[in-house]
Nanobody, 124 residues
Framework: QVQPAESGGGLVQAGGSLRLSCSASGRTSSRYDMAWFRQAPGKEREFVAAIFWTGTTTYYADSVKGRFTVSRDNAENTVSLQMNSLKPEDTAVYLC?????????????????WGRGTQVTVSS
């Protein structure tokens, strides 16, 4: 079993940067595909970025491509999301997820384990 735990959220001005981290406990966590999703108030959860367990393949939502970078350190069982050029519309609770389904990495249903989330607020 894997238990993701997010950290690094906060309040930042538009154009600023934040780095989120996800620590995934569990001795096999390095073999899990990992992803970031976000959910804004009154909106559905949406895919942000994903990285395969090998770290060699990544996926990004069009809305964050070129601004966000996902990476992982399997030795430390951590996944990071570097967010640059933040916009007010990036404001949301960011959730880390882990899974080994082999299905589309952009689908929430592809992930079994979820963290509780960390709040990111971007002011204009």
């Amino acid at each position: 079993q894997v238990q993701p735990a997010e950290s690094g959220g906060g309040l930042v001005q538009a154009g600023g940067s934040l780095r989120l981290s996800c620590s995934a406990s569990g001795r096999t966590s390095s073999r899990y595909d990992m992803a970031w999703f976000r959910q804004a108030p009154g909106k559905e959860r949406e895919f942000v970025a994903a990285i395969f367990w090998t770290g060699t393949t990544t996926y990004y939502a069009d809305s964050v491509k070129g601004r966000f970078t996902v990476s992982r350190d399997n030795a430390e069982n951590t996944v990071s999301l570097q967010m640059n050029s933040l916009k007010p519309e990036d404001t949301a609770v960011y959730l880390c997820a882990a899974g080994r389904s082999g299905r589309d990495p952009r689908w929430g249903a592809s992930y079994t384990y979820w963290g509780r989330g960390t709040q990111v607020t971007v002011s204009s």
